[in-house]
């Protein structure tokens, strides 16, 4: 798994001063001990977010040696805050998050904190205090932004070009981060933003927003950019119903890479697809049992994602894991 993940050593954590010393992990005798986590994940909006949930469920099987306390938010914030609160109340060993949104993390993560309860993130950055957690794994949203924009941008970017966006989650790391890496790459070319609105992620509301973006500006959209597969997906049934062709009348550029993405790219809907790595619950488990055992880790590991074209695409689809 360090393969394909690097560690970014941007401060190290001492897990000890996290766990206190109530020895989780193992026995007196040195016989491995169950370790209870809780994991407080989104929801399930996309096809991505299954993939996810399951390379989770994978890696921290009975078999590996840890109890699985599972929680899909819903996408709501409350929801994944009172899910965390249940499990510094159940006495969890470890607490891994995927936040549903970058804010209001930091009274309850100061509570497991106070608790001698770890907390690991998985996926997406918050805005807490970097002592409140011992450890984020996941992908540089950022750099997908900016590889989805610089396709953008020498793709259409010397002829006007009109664009509308179908964001992420409001708040959360993944629409901010990318908006921000796209924004930045096509600075400075023909390329201008008619419309930007919320997806939340999933199939049904990009289906609608590209529906409501279609009857404002008609023919004059020449470029869509969703910030993940799911909502490129459903604005495809959109584009169609108009009497449009999606990948020429409208260019699609997604991020995420799921085996539908691809699909959709290899059959010339969609035009680009720049790749987010699901599959992070081997290296999440690992880092989880170092904390508890009071190893150093890093305070961030990034997940490598390259980016892909139709031939690409074509390429990968036979093997292609989710
Ligand atoms: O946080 C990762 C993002 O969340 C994925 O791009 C999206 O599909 C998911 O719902």
């Known amino acids: 798994m360090k393969k394909f993940l690097v560690g970014i050593a941007v401060a190290s954590a001492v897990a000890l001063a996290l766990t206190g010393c109530s020895g989780s992990g193992s026995t007196a005798g040195g016989s491995a001990k169950v370790i209870t986590v809780g994991f407080a994940q ?79 993130l998985e996926d997406r950055t918050i805005d807490a205090d ?95 950019f969703a910030q993940n597969d799911d909502m490129g997906l459903g604005a495809l049934d959109a584009i169609k119903s108009a009497g449009l062709t999606p990948g020429k009348d409208i260019q699609i550029v997604a991020i995420d890479g799921t085996k539908d993405g691809l699909t959709a790219l290899s059959q010339g809907d969609f035009n680009y697809v720049v790749e987010c790595n699901p599959l992070l619950g081997e290296q999440v488990a690992t880092v989880v049992k170092d904390v508890i055992a009071g190893k150093k880790v890093d305070k961030a590991y990034t997940a490598k994602d390259g980016a892909f074209d139709k031939d690409q695409a074509t390429a990968a689809l036979p093997t292609r894991k989710y």
Do not use: C
């Open 130 to 224: 970097p002592s409140l957690y011992a450890s984020w794994i996941g992908d540089d949203f950022k750099q997908e932004g900016v590889t989805a924009g610089a396709w953008a941008a020498k793709t259409l970017g010397t002829t006007a070009t009109s664009m509308v966006v179908l964001e992420g989650t409001t708040g959360s790391a993944p629409a901010i981060d990318r908006a921000t890496g796209f924004g930045s790459a096509i600075k400075g070319t023909q390329i201008k933003t008619l419309d930007s609105q919320t997806g939340n992620f999933t199939r049904a509301d990009g289906k609608t927003v590209m529906e409501g973006f279609l009857q404002k500006y008609g023919k004059s959209i020449n470029l869509l």
């Open 42 to 120: 989104t929801g399930s909006e996309s096809g991505w977010r299954a993939a996810n949930t399951q390379s989770m469920k994978d890696a921290f099987s009975t078999e590996n040696g840890f109890k699985l306390i599972f929680n899909a938010a819903d996408n709501k914030p409350e929801n994944q805050i009172a899910a965390v609160h249940s499990f510094i109340n159940q006495g969890v060993d470890a607490i891994v998050i995927a936040a549903v949104v970058t804010t209001g993390w930091d009274d309850v993560l100061k509570e497991a904190k106070d608790a001698n309860i770890p907390v690991i």
